[in-house]
């Protein structure tokens, strides 16, 4: 049943939503940008924001592989990686942090190669259960191989970020979170501009196709698992890129906390709750969720705080399957998971 | 040292079918895959810890407690699963994903992040017979689990109530024209479930350290036997069981007791890319 309706109202869909896109983004932008000067400099809450804005980064690479249908449970096997990639070339090969980040970002593309192959023949549940399995192997080879990457115990000083000298400006990440809050804000701002343009773009219309209805995509030449494998390798590249800076922001990581099933969660309930198949539903998720856990909810229940997340997730499968974002646009009728994503194997 | 391996691979195959059990027969009868499995049976291990440690209760006697809380949370559990719209599997997945978050850290604030285990002294001591070695603990665990297996195999294939529950497990809609209550064999299998956990939580407390993290291991364990045996079918789960007890063993001996954790999920995932379908299974 797959024409070139499908491709055409996806792409009818999207310049109708353009609008509502845009007066959002600005607001969010602006208070983005001005939040430093807006809470005075207040390390606590631009330290929660750079995380927030870390988290949507973690949330919009994530969608890159959701918008295909498929549900993915082991992200933090990426970030995992990336983060270790990073600070063992920064720590013990002695790279500068600015080359290990990039670096980071091709050797997760590599983890996402591999999970790939095994992954990319399972559909749906068995897809979401594989990615939950694959999160062991890289946490539990970090865990053992004590020569390459100390062990279970984790690596303490990482370098932060070196400072930078453009002409005259000096940018000192050490002394002030400000530098690495603007730091954090235009890797996000590039990411979310990298994903809107991957939705509008061939690749994008192709996944949303096989989300759609994948045999009839096969039958229009649409080459699924290509397209699904190529969307995980971008989903891997910038997870990693995400877990290598976060590595270099706190400056701590261990196996348990960077491969921990927390950084499989977070990506996949900010996309749920703000709209799995929207640009930056996600990323709104992450700025809005992330902050009421930490500034309301972390001060009530200091242990357990974190049910916040479950519940929002409960409350969005439940009720809001199209995400919160994706119910303001209503343009389309897209449930959570389409009838193909249900196939099996 | 080679029967001593066989020995508490077979014992600890045993105990691990018996938690596998819970999550198969709710997959089997609803097709909801819950995630939250190893949570709740952590659940159960932390009441019968209270039980035992602050109340001094008889470690007997925390069975029924833990199966009584168990039996409420999962027919709570069981009301939210009823509401998921197609395809189940999935969206099954993404809310017990939830739910396991939140049972999880429910349990973080009550019983705080502290390892905590059931020690019973008497467990530690075994039998010693030419190098031959089995602790009671391994024993009480081989037989304890293999009573509970041959009960529900009773339920399960020699009553009516089994019958229908099996003929939901093997196709829905025709057991619904035979006048099986679909819905209420859900119910009942969620019951049943709640009462595998409710007895395997307590000893799972007694073998290993019981935090609000480790859930995440029961649940790779639970799905990777109930994906061994093949969707739905309760006979290869004891197989499957003891396949991954042995396993873990032998990887515990060669590798390291750090290598263990990775078995289950590197078994997982070379059933999910080879047979699908299970060892025993066949394409449905």
Not at chain 1, 121 to 138: D, K, S
Not at chain 1, 332 to 339: I, M, P, Q, S
Request: net charge positive; glycine share 10%; aromatic share 12%.
């Amino acid at each position: 049943m797959i024409n070139s309706s499908l491709i055409k109202n996806s792409r009818y869909g999207l310049s109708k939503r353009l609008k509502l896109d845009k007066v959002v983004l600005l607001m969010a932008l602006f208070f983005l940008l001005l939040l430093p000067v807006l809470v005075w400099h207040n390390d606590y809450i631009l330290q929660v924001f750079t995380h927030a804005l870390l988290l949507a980064t973690l949330a919009l690479a994530w969608n890159i592989l959701g918008v295909s249908g498929s549900i993915s449970l082991g992200h933090a096997a990426f970030f995992g990686a990336g983060a270790y990639a990073s600070a063992l070339l920064s720590l013990d090969a002695g790279l500068s942090v600015w080359l290990t980040i990039p670096l980071a970002g091709f050797i997760t593309t590599g983890l996402g190669f591999i999970m790939g192959l095994i992954c990319m023949r399972l559909r749906g549940a068995y897809f979401a259960l594989a990615t939950l399995a694959f999160i062991e192997i890289p946490r539990v080879v970090t865990d053992n191989w004590d020569g390459l990457t100390h062990g279970s115990l984790g690596l303490v000083g990482l370098p932060g970020f070196p400072s930078l000298h453009l002409g005259s400006w000096h940018i000192d990440f050490y002394s002030s979170i400000t530098a690495s809050y603007y730091l954090i804000l235009i890797y996000s701002l590039v990411l979310l501009g990298l994903v809107g343009f991957i939705f509008r773009s061939n690749l994008g219309l192709a996944l949303q196709a096989i989300r759609e209805e994948e045999v009839a995509a096969e039958a229009v030449g649409i080459r699924a698992n290509s397209f699904r494998l190529l969307s995980m390798l971008l989903s891997a590249f910038f997870t990693g890129i995400s877990g290598a800076c976060y590595a270099h922001l706190v400056r701590y990581i261990n196996p348990g906390l960077v491969y921990g099933l927390h950084f499989s969660a977070i990506p996949m309930i900010f996309a749920i709750c703000g709209g799995r198949f929207t640009v930056i539903g996600p990323a709104l998720a992450a700025l809005i969720i992330y902050p009421l856990d930490q500034f309301i909810f972390h001060p009530l229940i200091p242990a357990g705080h974190e049910f916040l997340y479950g519940a929002v997730l409960i409350f969005a499968v439940l009720f809001m399957p199209a995400g919160f974002w994706g119910r303001m646009q209503r343009n389309t009728e897209v449930g959570l998971f389409t009838k193909s994503s249900s196939s099996g194997i | 040292m080679w029967t001593t391996v066989l020995v508490s691979g077979i014992s600890l195959g045993s105990f691990y079918t018996l938690i596998a059990l819970g999550f198969a027969l709710i997959f089997g009868v609803t097709r909801n895959f819950n995630l939250a499995h190893g949570e709740l049976l952590v659940l159960a291990g932390y009441v019968a810890y209270w039980l035992w440690k602050v109340c001094a209760l008889p470690f007997v006697f925390t069975f029924p407690v833990a199966i009584l809380v168990l039996l409420l949370v999962c027919l709570g559990l069981q009301r939210l699963f009823a509401r998921l719209s197609e395809p189940l599997e999935l969206n099954s997945i993404v809310l017990s994903f939830g739910v396991a978050i939140v049972i999880q850290n429910s349990m973080l604030f009550l019983f705080s992040g502290n390892y905590r285990l059931i020690r019973i002294p008497s467990l530690n001591q075994g039998i010693r017979f030419h190098g031959f070695y089995m602790s009671y603990g391994q024993l009480t665990l081989l037989i304890l689990s293999l009573i509970i297996i041959f009960l529900l195999y009773i339920i399960m294939y020699r009553t009516y109530l089994g019958k229908a529950l099996r003929a939901t497990i093997q196709d829905k809609e025709a057991a619904a024209l035979a006048g099986i209550n679909v819905a209420v064999m859900g119910t009942l299998a969620f019951c049943l479930g709640a009462v595998l956990i409710g007895l395997a939580g307590p000893l799972y407390g007694c073998i290993h350290y019981l935090y609000p993290s480790t859930g995440r291991e029961v649940t790779l364990l639970a799905i990777t036997i109930t994906i061994f045996a093949g969707v739905g079918r309760l006979s290869g789960i004891i197989l499957a069981g003891w396949i991954l007890g042995l396993a873990e063993s032998f990887t515990v001996i060669f590798c390291g007791a750090s290598w263990r954790e990775m078995v289950a999920a590197v078994l997982l995932l070379t059933l999910l890319t080879f047979r699908p379908h299970g060892i025993l299974g066949d394409k449905l």
